[in-house]
Each structure stands twice: as C-alpha cells, then as structure tokens.
C-alpha cells in the first residue's frame, strides 16, 4: 500500500503558541488530504479536507483561522495549530488520497499536549 | 459530521474464540471500509467493500456490505494476541470525498 508519512510523531508547546504538523505521501501524488482529530477513546473526527491547489474545506464547528491548513504541492500537506490551548491538545492523523483514487492511506499520527 | 453507530463497544475475548462486530448508518455508503488502529498510531485499512452483499475476505479476518448498503460486518476467525487493538468500521457516501467513522470497538485477546 501507499506510504503516508507524518511529522512529528509527537510534540509537546506551551498555551498561546503555534504548532505546525506535515503529512507527506511517499510514493503518490496526493489531490486530496484529510485531517482528522481523535481524543482518548474516541473516533476519528474529520476537521477538514484539502485539495491541492485550493482552500481547505473545513467541517461544522472547526474554525479555520484557528487551525491552517495548507496543501501547496501533491506531496505535503500541513496543519497548523494557531495559539494554541490545552483543550487542543489530542491525536492529530492526516490521510491523503491520489486522483482516481478511491481509498485513503493514513498517517501515523502526531500526539499533540498542550502545557 | 455524521458519524456511525459501531458494536460492540468492547470485547474481551479467549484466544482461539471468533469474533463479530457491526457497523449501522443512517445513510446509505457506497464503500465500507474496515481499519484497525494500535495505541499511538493511524488507522491501518484491513479490507474494502464496494458492493451492496459484497463478502471479502483477508486472511482470518471477513467482512460483509450490507445488502441495504447501511450497515457491514467484519468477523474474525481464530482470534490471536496480535488481534487486540481497535476496530473501525468507515462508510463513504455517493459522491462523496471523505469518510465516516464508526465509534470503535476495543478488542482484547486473552491468552
């Protein structure tokens, strides 16, 4: 299967700074890349999806000047976390789908704490 | 965004023992999709359906479209230790870009 990588596995910020996190795919082209966001035993919930090229689309009740996404080339993806709180802190996964394609590969995931 | 009503919730399972979980939606989904997820990682894909009664099967694990292409079904069959993790059923709707996610379920292999 298709390789999509993240990065940082895991990092720790301070309240009130900005954290960014990659998702790259490896050996695909990427049109399109989700960011989910998973909280201690719960399910993955969709933030937004991102076309290369184009502006994220963000789902109900995720404020898009609060959490950046960029998808500037076929290959990477981020998503910044602007000043951020300790109720951001959670389990961050990207998956990044190629054109035509109909399945999406996930990253590893980034734990993100918030201190 | 929507999500899918998945059970059981938690399995505590003996080694050897089969094991089955459902998905159900409101919505009807034009693909199903099986993950499981070990602790600190992403979700892993184990099997796709893209047909209404589709029945695939990788290795020890089988799973089912449902015929009112609400709900699936994946069983596993002479479950191991490396088994335990959880398990998420994930739907896409017609025309559709991203995915809904069930509530997981929590398996653990007793040895």
């Known amino acids: 299967g298709a390789v999509v990588s993240q990065h940082p596995s895991w990092v720790i910020c301070k309240s009130g700074t900005s954290v960014k996190i990659e998702c790259r795919s490896l050996d695909f082209q990427a049109t399109t890349m989700f960011w989910y966001r998973q909280f201690p035993k719960q399910s993955l919930m969709l933030m937004a999806t991102?076309?290369?090229?184009?502006?994220?689309?963000?789902e109900q009740g995720v404020e898009k000047d609060k959490f950046l996404i960029n998808h500037a080339s076929l290959t990477l993806s981020t998503l910044t976390v602007t000043s951020a709180h300790p109720e951001d802190s959670s389990f961050y996964i990207c998956?990044?789908?190629?054109?035509?394609?109909?399945?999406?590969?996930f990253g590893q995931g980034t734990r993100l704490t918030v201190v | 965004g929507q999500q899918l009503n998945q059970s059981p919730q938690s399995m505590f399972i003996q080694e050897g023992e089969d094991v089955s979980m459902n998905c159900t939606s409101s919505s009807i989904f034009n693909t199903w999709l099986w993950y499981k997820q070990d602790p600190g990682e992403g979700p892993v894909l184990l099997i796709a359906l893209y047909k209404a009664g589709e029945l695939t099967s990788n290795g020890r694990l089988t799973a089912q479209f449902g015929i009112t292409r609400k709900d699936s079904f994946l069983n596993i069959s002479a479950s191991i230790p490396s088994d335990v993790g959880i398990y998420f059923c994930?739907?896409?709707?017609?025309?559709?870009?991203?995915?809904?996610f069930g509530t997981g379920t929590r398996l653990t292999v007793i040895p």
């Open positions: 994930a739907g896409q709707e017609t025309g559709a870009n991203n995915l809904f």
């Open positions: 991102s076309n290369e090229g184009s502006k994220a689309t963000y």
């Open positions: 998956s990044a789908r190629g054109g035509g394609g109909t399945q999406a590969f």
